[in-house]
């Protein structure tokens, strides 16, 4: 479409009048006034091969415009300059035809069909120079955006030096934070944001102090981390997922892994743990399972509490004898543990570990599910 009006123009031009146009510095002319009128166009070489492609009968108009529009955008200007550039050479141009043709004895109908053309012209050389800047424009958009799924890879893959890293960054205009957090999503969704997006998982890469809100679903988010670092903040968030399957953390709205680190550390070797709950709770393994919860349940409220008998009562909601009952029997099966710090440590270790991993691991235990005492 955008090299039929131009030959149009030309066509309808008298040969007489299109001969004696090639004897004149219309070019220049055009040139002049367009440097003298923007200043944007004040030392462009572009400008002139443009204006010969567009003015000349035997000019490719598509190509020179295209290709001043991809100036343009890469410049960093809007088309504002370049439209106004066209126009003005447009009226030089009809100036030149209608003095030209006159003196020639062009009919008046004649240019006024011209001037139509004129016109039509103007507007196909800025519909082509629009197409060029949006060609251009959107290829930056693709390269950019390429360079920071491979910026947002490359961070997540393995661990790199802040000096690579800020390099990395540059190349693909991202502002580098000073520190970072991964946010795993639920499902993709269009996000709105200033971090790094993976488009083919749910997954960002954020300032962080900028997760974005309004986001739907489950909402992991790593816990803060310099950027040269992010592959720890993914991996402590692909365990909270984990952790969420299995029900131990919790499965709606946004999950801070800041928020939940002791149980994320926890969880981190789950065979630690588990031979840490074995050998820490040994004792208890001989009791009946009824036994067994309300010694933990009892054990757990006395190690997580300050308070004294009354308070562990509340919080079991039974009579402090029962409490006290309890305790005495907790202290003959675990005697010094309960007196020692590092002991004690391992002890509400064992009993947080024990709720998180998916059903107590007595497993192994010598006399498991055998009774030695009351259900009281």
Do not use: K
């Not at 903040?233 to 939940?260: I, K």
Request: charged share 25%; hydrophobic share 45%; net charge neutral.
């Amino acid at each position: 479409m955008t090299s039929e009006r131009p030959v149009g123009l030309w066509a309808a031009v008298p040969a007489e009048l299109t001969a004696r146009l090639r004897h004149t510095d219309l070019v220049a002319d055009v040139v002049a006034e367009i440097r003298a009128t923007v200043p944007e166009y004040a030392d462009s070489r572009v400008l002139v091969a443009a204006v010969a492609a567009a003015v000349r009968p035997d000019g490719d108009a598509t190509a020179a415009l295209r290709y001043a529009g991809r100036v343009e955008y890469a410049q960093g200007r809007d088309l504002d300059a370049l439209q106004t550039a066209v126009r003005i050479g447009a009226r030089v141009l009809w100036r030149r035809l209608s003095e030209v043709g006159r003196s020639t004895g062009v009919p008046t109908g004649v240019l006024f069909t011209l001037a139509d053309l004129v016109f039509a012209h103007v507007d196909d050389l800025c519909a082509t120079a629009l197409a060029g800047y949006t060609a251009a424009r959107d290829q930056a958009d693709d390269v950019l955006r390429e360079r920071r799924r491979r910026l947002l890879h490359l961070l997540l893959a393995c661990e790199r030096s802040a000096a690579e890293i800020a390099e990395l960054a540059a190349a693909a205009d991202w502002p580098l934070p000073e520190r970072v957090c991964v946010v795993l999503l639920e499902h993709a969704q269009d996000v709105d944001t200033d971090g790094l997006v993976d488009p083919d998982n749910p997954c960002l890469l954020v300032p962080a102090d900028r997760v974005p809100p309004g986001l739907t679903g489950l909402v992991v988010v790593g816990p803060p981390v310099p950027p040269e670092h992010a592959r720890e903040s993914l991996l402590c968030a692909r365990r909270a997922v984990a952790l969420v399957r299995r029900g131990a953390l919790p499965g709606t709205g946004v999950l801070r892994c800041a928020d939940h680190l002791a149980a994320l550390l926890l969880m981190s070797d789950e065979f630690l743990l588990a031979r840490l709950t074995e050998r820490t709770l040994a004792p208890l393994a001989g009791l009946t399972p009824r036994q067994r919860d309300r010694l933990t349940a009892t054990l757990r409220a006395w190690l997580s509490t300050r308070g004294g008998v009354g308070e562990i009562a509340t919080h079991l909601d039974v009579h402090p004898q029962t409490v006290r009952y309890r305790v005495r029997h907790l202290t003959r099966l675990l005697g010094p543990d309960l007196a020692d710090p590092p002991r004690r440590l391992a002890l509400e270790m064992a009993l947080r570990g024990q709720a998180l991993l998916v059903g107590p691991r007595w497993t192994g235990l010598p006399g498991r599910g055998q009774p030695s005492g009351g259900s009281r």
